[in-house]
T-cell receptor
């Protein structure tokens, strides 16, 4: 049973526009969420994170929104640039409630394609 | 950020041999590292948690005797795939846990570049 879901395998966005990547989770113990960017045959690169005590975190062009009641988070990239084309993974773990179980649970990823 | 390295980046071996993969945190100390595996077009799956100075914690379904983990120092964890078989062919990625506060502004994991294992 998938505890972290990214229901869009791919997303195509025009350069300069906003990219919105979505993620849903089912495990109520998850209270810390991260977004990673990944190229084929490389390790994931950390982008941004958010804890459950916040509903928004911003870092440059990247903003993550968290809706705890809906168990939903989204990553907004604006403006989108060609270099943003990659697979984006949503990940979660129980930072505050997990008793040290810090391993990340990943979604299946969304392949973002930025078109010129 | 922080730098995590893995060696080798790619290895091809014969069935039945053992392969060791090293994961190093280059510019920080990591008491906790993690090993993940990614099959083609799949998500990253946590295999085990590697704790410096103690035994690794394995996820359900991961064979401890097949995937030996040693976290001998605060900067090095090794994963040894023993008696490798073709079904073990995968992309293995390690990560190191960092905690918010001090040098790092947020709790996160930094990942190594991964090791592509192909077992013939």
């Amino acid at each position: 049973d998938q505890q972290v879901k990214q229901n869009s395998p791919s997303l195509s966005v025009q350069e300069g526009r906003i990219s919105i990547l979505n993620c849903d989770y089912t495990n109520s113990m998850f209270d810390y969420f991260l977004w990673y960017k990944k190229y084929p045959a490389e390790g994931p690169t950390f982008l941004i994170s958010i804890s459950s005590i916040k509903d928004k975190n911003e870092d440059g062009r990247f903003t993550v929104f968290l809706n705890k009641s809906a168990k939903h988070l989204s990553l907004h990239i604006v403006p989108s640039q060609p270099g943003d084309s990659a697979v984006y993974f949503c990940a979660a773990f129980p930072l505050y409630s997990g008793g040290g179980a810090d391993g990340l649970t990943f979604g299946k990823g969304t392949h973002l394609i930025i078109q010129p | 950020g922080a730098v995590v390295s893995q060696h080798p980046s790619r290895v091809i071996c014969k069935s039945g041999t053992s392969v060791k993969i090293e994961c190093r945190s280059l510019d920080f100390q990591a008491t906790t590292m993690f090993w993940y595996r990614q099959f083609p077009k799949q998500s990253l799956m946590l295999m085990a948690t590697s704790n410096e100075g103690s035994k690794a914690t394995y996820e359900q379904g991961v064979e401890k005797d097949k995937f030996l983990i040693n976290h001998a120092s605060l900067t090095l964890s090794t994963l040894t795939v023993t008696s490798a078989h073709p079904e073990d062919s995968s992309f293995y990625i390690c990560s190191a846990r960092v905690f918010g506060g001090g040098r790092f502004s947020t709790d996160t994991q930094y990942f190594g570049p991964g090791t592509r294992l192909t077992v013939l």
